[in-house]
C-alpha cells in the first residue's frame, strides 16, 4: 500500500499560480504512475498529469499543457505540480494518486488505487 499527502492548495485569484506537493510512504515503487487529478462539482474526476516513478516520464491532460508543470523528486518521494495561469475553471479538490495505466491510457483514474485526502484550490475571477 502507498500512503499519499497532499499539500499546497489555496486561494489565488485567476492568472495566478500555485505550486502543490505530494508526499509518498510505503510501497511506491510496486506501482508504476503517479499522478494528479481534480473533482469539481458537475464534473467526474479528470486526470491532469502523470508520471512514470521510474524514469519520470511525463503526460498532461491537454487542458493544462503549457500551464501545468509535473515533477519529481525521488530522494523524497515527491512530486510537484506547479500550476500557472489558473482560471476559475482550475477550482477544485486535487488528490495525488498512484496506480497503472487504464486500457493504455496514463490518465485514466481507474487505474489508480492509492489517493491521497486531497487539497482544495480555488480560483476567484
Known amino acids: 500500500q502507498v500512503h499519499l499527502v497532499e499539500s499546497g492548495g489555496g486561494s489565488v485569484q485567476a492568472g495566478g499560480s500555485l505550486t502543490l506537493s505530494c508526499e509518498a510512504s510505503g510501497a511506491l515503487y510496486s506501482r508504476k504512475l503517479m499522478g494528479w487529478f481534480r473533482e469539481s462539482p458537475g464534473r467526474q474526476r479528470e486526470g491532469l498529469a502523470t508520471l512514470t516513478i521510474v524514469g519520470a516520464a511525463t503526460i498532461y491532460a491537454d487542458f493544462v499543457k503549457g500551464r501545468f508543470t509535473l515533477s519529481q523528486d525521488n530522494a523524497e518521494n515527491r512530486t510537484t505540480l506547479l500550476m500557472n495561469n489558473l482560471s476559475p475553471e482550475d477550482s477544485g479538490m486535487y488528490y495525488c494518486?498512484?496506480?497503472?495505466?487504464?486500457?493504455?491510457?496514463?490518465?485514466?483514474?481507474?487505474?489508480?488505487?492509492?489517493w491521497g485526502q486531497g487539497t482544495q484550490v480555488i480560483v476567484s475571477s
Open positions: 494518486a498512484t496506480g497503472w495505466p487504464y486500457a493504455g491510457g496514463w490518465l485514466d483514474p481507474r487505474g489508480f488505487n492509492d
